[in-house]
């Protein structure tokens, strides 16, 4: 009995004293926070394991928040514990950078001539870079190439006018069958192209002057509700049901679609018919859409800003940024990676390259640390105009 209580308590003792023989995880936590669907977290998480590998120093606390990321990224810097690095867009870093919780970032070399200079504006303030841009984002038309060639007609290009692009509209829309001429959505996103290729807009380009009630941005509203109300190319609420656009575009029931990148991938795996897509057409000032940026910024608080930096510089790496597009989900935001076989690699759309060709004619969406409340009211002020009963 002697023997047994000796070496039960030897056996207690080994593991204590082995117990504290752990080593201790000497490595930098870095907490890092994105949105992001299911897809996107299966391409980002591999990177993330691989930047670990080469940084063994360094351990990834990935903060994965798929829905009201921005609400959640608030009380987080309210309570002073914002992650050291933050995926963040162009239309909510002013209201983090104006109040001084980002890092200024111009100092760090993570830029080069590699990035489109309209991504790394974007996501800058006041002449400080405070983003280093993952992707850019901006509008084209997506079309069904079988309704066009059912009406023997030629598709949108990129010298189509808006005179043009209504006459197709017109001339696709088939309301017998259900079918629309032109996809219509009241979100400000969606009719901004119609207001910039006018001269028009939200906001100036000093981003802080209204110009809703200036004459070509009304001129260009008139014109995007007419397409609904007056000639009837663009489905009405109550034509287009509980279906989105892109659920409308699915079904045949859409000629043409305004949209992003972002619907790519939906529409490769699910389409069965033949799209592809074209630039917005010319308005008087041209082809005008707006630009917007996602990308990554650091926490002023942070207390590693150098190894957040290191892994910003990884992120945004030309051979990261072509794991991230070969979803085809988004535009990467360096030339090197978006003029590459995993961007322009044989899938549709046929003409990939407009996505490119039309940063050229873009423009980053002037904003402010007001912008989100400026976009509700203005749905609420032209809610009313887009659902006129004529």
């Known amino acids: ?64 928040i798929p829905q009201n990321y921005f609400q959640k990224l608030h009380l987080l810097f309210a309570s002073n514990t914002a992650p050291d690095v ?11 950078a104006d109040a001084g919780k980002l890092e200024d970032l111009t100092d760090y070399n993570l830029t080069d001539d590699d990035f489109y200079p309209k991504a790394t504006e974007a996501l800058s303030r006041n002449g400080k870079i405070y983003g280093i841009p993952r992707d850019v984002s901006n509008l084209v038309i997506f079309y069904n190439k079988e309704i066009f060639d059912k009406n023997h007609l030629p598709y949108p290009n990129a010298n189509t006018t808006i005179a043009e692009f209504l006459e197709l509209a017109q001339k696709t829309t088939d309301k017998a069958n259900g079918i629309y001429g032109i996809s219509f959505e009241e979100d400000p996103l969606f009719y901004l192209p119609y207001l910039m290729s006018e001269g028009g807009g939200l906001l100036a380009d000093d981003g802080q002057t209204e110009i809703l009630e200036t004459t070509p941005s009304q001129s260009a509203i008139s014109f995007y509700s007419d397409l609904r109300n007056k000639y009837h190319v663009a489905p009405k609420k109550s ?30 795996e699910s389409a069965e018919f033949d799209w592809d897509i074209a630039q917005f057409p010319k308005g008087t000032k041209g082809s005008i859409v707006p630009l917007d940026a996602s990308g990554w910024a650091i926490s002023k608080d942070s207390k590693h800003k150098t190894e957040a930096a290191k892994l910003i510089k990884f992120l945004s790496s030309k051979e990261s940024l072509e794991k991230f597009s070969q979803s085809g989900l988004i535009v990467p935001a360096r030339k090197s990676s978006a003029n590459s076989p995993s961007f322009l690699d ?26 989100n409340e400026i976009l509700d009211r203005t749905k609420q002020k032209l809610e009313k105009n887009f659902n006129e009963k004529l």
């Open 1 to 64: 009995m002697r023997k047994a209580i000796r070496a039960l308590f030897t056996g207690a003792l080994l593991i204590i004293l082995l117990s504290g023989c752990t080593p201790k995880d000497t490595r930098t936590h870095l907490q890092f926070s994105s949105w992001g669907s299911k897809s996107e977290i299966e391409i980002l998480e591999p990177i993330l394991e691989e930047f670990e590998k080469e940084n063994p120093e360094i351990k990834i606390d990935f903060m994965h």
């Open 86 to 96: 933050i995926f963040i867009n162009n239309l909510y870093l002013p209201i983090y």
């Open 239 to 268: 034509e287009s049901a509980s279906l989105t656009m892109a659920q409308m575009f699915l079904q045949g029931k859409l000629a043409m679609h305004l949209t992003g990148r972002w619907l790519v991938p939906k529409y490769r």
């Open 346 to 371: 044989g899938k549709k759309p046929e003409n990939a390259k407009v996505f490119l060709q039309v940063i050229n004619t873009s423009k980053p969406t002037p904003v402010n640390r007001n912008y």
